[in-house]
């Protein structure tokens, strides 16, 4: 079976998923519940340093998010969110704010999930490839780090640093908080 790859910022994967353009992806986990998903997740457990509210007087989403704007209403933050790539670039340049996933951990002690590998079809397949991501050690080729690097404007060194603060597997405390999340969403929509 062929894959194609299809990259995009958050809000963009969530609605090709949603009209079916793709049949899995890594979405907002704030929409996960509408979908089968894997137990391969993005998952930050304390500080995530891509995901800031940067603090002011009035609220400002960032358009590339579902979860992180949601994330900072149900934390009662209130100033910008910025996420991905900038946000990191903000952060690696001395900037200043408040990062969601050490404020969820703050409030409830749980790791914060930011997405998840759904599927609208191929389960069997998807799962068989979530479960082989998961059991061995991520190596990412220098190529690829280089390139990716360059692409971002942060240094391989940087890049390097930035993933050891993501986990990819759902445990028994992701799944909690993940619940827990979706239940307050639901209770103050």
Known sequence: MAFNYKRGVPSQINKALRKRHIHAGFISSVESSAYQCSDLGIIANR???????????????????????????????QGEVIIGDKALKYYLNGGEGIDLASAWYAKYKLPFVFGRLCYNCHGETIKNISKKFMQHPIKIPQYILKKESKKRGITVKQLLWYLKHIEYKMNHQSKRSLKKFLKEVRKNH
């Not at 994330?71 to 933050?77: F, G, T, W």
């Open 47 to 77: 500080a995530v340093y891509s995901v800031f509210v940067i603090q002011g007087n009035s609220s400002k989403s960032d358009k590339e998010s579902a979860t992180s704007n949601k994330l900072a209403k149900l934390l009662n933050l």
